[in-house]
């Protein structure tokens, strides 16, 4: 069995602060991780994605997420947050060799204040 | 390289109807899944298709069905609508080769409003 959550459905920051979206998954065996964006009436896109590896995964517009299996998180960064990074955030896991299935966290919608 | 095409983008229809999705997947994509969204439930794992066969579901009810074609092309369809199937249905298509975590490519999805 697999799930995600995504800790604060609303994130607000100001533009050029950092951005901090939280998630941690349960898996029973090793997870493929995943963050992706949607903007409004789209469909989502993948920023990044871990499967093995590097802990430190760096992605599309400066994002980047780390892998802590101790702490079972894939916490999303990004040292400076711009006015087009507003958008709802989804961090989903996958346990098969395969990303057929992925199961999604409720996601959390980015606000960026001028 | 074209990206994941759905069609319709926009469907409205009555309880009880029946309604059908395309999806046309990246070419060379061999894999295509399908995902509910709603505002209450999130985004929710339907099935996936690979080489025209059903490889994984989800829970919904039987009421949701699917298929693909030889050529990667896969339909959905709901029979008996009701007033909760309203959402947005997103279709993901992988190259999905053997032993390889693959990444999903997401149309931009076929908004179904059942009245």
């Known amino acids: 069995a697999q799930s995600v959550t995504q800790l604060g459905s609303h994130v607000s920051v100001s533009e050029g602060a950092l951005v901090l979206l939280r998630c941690n998954y349960s898996?029973?065996?090793?997870?493929?991780l995943f963050w992706y964006v949607q903007y409004p009436n789209q469909g989502l896109q993948l920023l990044l994605k871990y499967t093995t590896g590097a802990t430190l995964v760096k992605g599309i517009n400066g994002f980047e997420a780390e892998f802590k299996k101790s702490e079972t998180s894939f916490h999303l960064t990004k040292p400076s947050a711009h006015m087009s990074d507003a958008a709802e955030y989804f961090c989903?896991?996958?346990?098969?060799?395969?990303?057929?299935?992925?199961?999604f966290g409720d996601g959390t919608t980015l606000t960026v204040k001028p | 390289k074209a990206g994941v095409t759905q069609t319709p983008r926009y469907l409205i229809k009555t309880r009880g109807q029946q309604v059908t999705l395309s999806c046309s997947p990246i070419s060379g994509h061999r894999s295509v899944s399908w995902y509910q969204q709603t505002p209450g439930q999130g985004l929710q794992f339907l099935f996936e298709y690979f080489s025209e066969t059903q490889r994984n579901k989800g829970n919904f009810p039987g009421r949701f069905s699917g298929r693909q074609f030889s050529n990667s092309r896969s339909e959905m369809n709901v029979s008996t609508l009701e007033l909760g199937d309203s959402a947005l249905y997103l279709c993901?298509?992988?190259?999905?080769?053997?032993?390889?975590?693959?990444?999903?490519?997401f149309g931009p999805g076929t908004r179904l409003t059942v009245l």
């Open positions: 898996s029973s065996v090793p997870p493929y």
């Open positions: 989903a896991v996958s346990q098969n060799t395969n990303a057929g299935k992925s199961t």
């Open positions: 993901a298509s992988s190259l999905s080769t053997s032993g390889v975590t693959d990444t999903q490519y």
